[in-house]
């Protein structure tokens, strides 16, 4: 059994792999926590792996507390995944459009590798969590590009910093609609601008690269992104879970063959 973990900036995700069956083994939130504590539980909740595969997307001291907190705890080899462009295997190839691919976040570039290997044809991806990233995907594997928004909870808290309003961040994001009160209407208008941010990713992959594009969506705020989505006669959307943990299951496979 293989255990591959997706550290994000909000939460650890992961999942055990076997004969390439992924289950689903621990999610928390680590941000506000003590970081070790919270790894420490993951530790406790899984048997002992085989191996691990761990992607990251924390600052290099925090990321390496962690593989040695890995390492310390079982004697199985740790794999920390860096993103690169290029060969990998020919189903998962993934040629990143960035000059520096390393400069692209390693979750984005196992999405885009999971999105490939097992959603053909053209995609754009759109990964909602502490920020809003969305990739655009031909269906050979050439990335063209992406984007970057703030994600939901950092959009309201740039309002409440830079304005008087006193804003409950723990509240839920509402339905796609108008507000009624100034919550409500921060809360509707974030998650619209969110979904507009996504449309306009869509528009350019058809307008500007001639695509004719899937929609995955995915992320710890998937769901209430979906439910503001304009989806156009040229796109089906979809929501995927744990894009990364796929993209991490295929990347440890093709290189233990």
Request: proline residues 6%; hydrophobic residues 45%.
């Amino acid at each position: 059994m293989m255990l591959l973990i997706d550290m994000g900036n909000t939460a650890i995700k992961a999942a055990s792999c076997t004969d390439g069956v992924l289950s689903p083994v621990f999610r928390e939130r680590h941000r506000g926590q003590d970081l070790a504590v919270v790894v420490d539980r993951l530790l406790t909740a899984v048997p002992a792996p085989a191996a691990i595969w761990l992607s990251s997307v924390l600052n290099p001291g925090c990321t390496s507390t962690v593989l040695n907190q890995l390492k310390a705890h079982w004697s199985c080899p740790v794999h920390q995944v860096i993103t690169w462009s290029g060969a990998v295997r020919p189903n998962l190839d993934v040629h990143i459009a960035y000059a520096d691919p390393q400069r692209l976040g390693v979750d984005r570039w196992l999405a885009m590798i999971a999105a490939k290997a097992t959603f053909p044809g053209d995609t754009v991806i759109a990964d909602l969590g502490s920020a809003l990233t969305v990739d655009v995907l031909r269906a050979d594997g050439r990335h063209l590009g992406g984007i970057i928004v703030p994600g939901l909870k950092a959009m309201r808290h740039g309002l409440s910093v830079g304005t008087a309003l006193d804003l409950d961040q723990s509240s839920p994001p509402p339905p796609p609609g108008l507000g009624v009160d100034t919550e409500s209407g921060i809360a509707a208008g974030t998650l619209l601008a969110l979904a507009g941010a996504v449309d306009g990713a869509v528009r350019v992959a058809h307008e500007v690269h001639g695509l004719s594009p899937q929609l995955l969506i995915t992320g710890g705020d998937a769901n209430a992104l979906a439910t503001a989505i304009h989806t156009s006669a040229h796109t089906s959307a979809r929501i995927i879970d744990d894009l990364v943990l796929r993209g991490l299951a295929l990347l440890s496979a093709a290189s233990s063959t």
